[in-house]
């Protein structure tokens, strides 16, 4: 049962337009939510979480919005530039950020 | 250095042996979790140490699988008698507090079952 899903597997943007990560999830009980950048051979590096009382949070070129109501969630670059070619994953949690529970990810290119 | 650290970064055995992998979080993170990436998969979480607390090991595939973390330092896992489907990147993370704060990951242990 996948509780997280990331249904779009890769993405190709070109440089200077908005990259759209989507992210949807089956279990109401998430109140935590966070999206991780992983470069190959590296460990996922944080990016930017949302609480479910709120429905955007913004940190420079990345916003993350939240619809509870359709259990979804998406990642808005702007610009996109070619070093945010990584694999992104959204991940969810109920109380806090422990026991994350992951997408399988979606892999972004941006190209110059 | 500043971050999460583990080793071996790689390691390949033969099925049937035991592994031990090793994660050293970063200092006064009272927090520490391991997960599992099986290839083309999310990650998967497989435990989480919180202070002195009883460790939380609803995630553990099978009682091959062990954890153990000396106070609020180091944290081995120990996969028993490996089987294929063992292979995997097995990731450990770090946070400060009791879920307050996001976790910080080490590059992982990429383990091959022969």
């Known amino acids: 049962d996948q509780q997280v899903k990331q249904n779009s597997p890769s993405l190709s943007v070109q440089e200077g337009r908005i990259s759209i990560l989507n992210c949807d999830y089956t279990n109401s009980m998430f109140d935590y939510f966070l999206w991780y950048k992983k470069y190959p051979a590296e460990g996922p590096t944080f990016l930017i979480s949302i609480s479910s009382i709120k429905d955007k949070n913004e940190d420079g070129r990345f916003t993350v919005f939240l619809n509870k109501s359709a259990k979804h969630l998406s990642l808005h670059i702007v610009p996109s530039q070619p070093g945010d070619s990584a694999v992104y994953f959204c991940?969810?949690?109920?109380?806090?950020?422990?026991?994350?529970?992951f997408g399988t990810g979606t892999r972004l290119l941006v190209s110059p | 250095g500043a971050g999460v650290s583990q080793s071996p970064s790689n390691k390949v055995t033969e099925k049937g042996k035991d592994v031990e992998l090793r994660c050293d979080p970063i200092s006064g993170h009272t927090a520490l979790y391991w997960y599992r990436q099986r290839l083309g998969q999310g990650l998967e979480f497989l435990i989480y140490f919180q202070g002195n607390s009883a460790p939380d090991k609803s995630g553990l595939p099978s009682d091959r699988f062990s954890a153990e973390r000396t106070g609020e330092s180091v944290s081995t896992l120990t996969i028993q008698r490996t089987q294929q489907e063992d292979s995997a990147v097995y990731l450990c993370?770090?946070?400060?507090?009791?879920?307050?704060?996001?976790?910080?990951f080490g590059d992982g242990t990429r383990l091959s079952i022969l």
């Open positions: 991940a969810a949690s109920v109380g806090g950020f422990q026991k994350l529970v």
């Open positions: 993370a770090s946070s400060q507090g009791q879920g307050g704060q996001p976790q910080h």
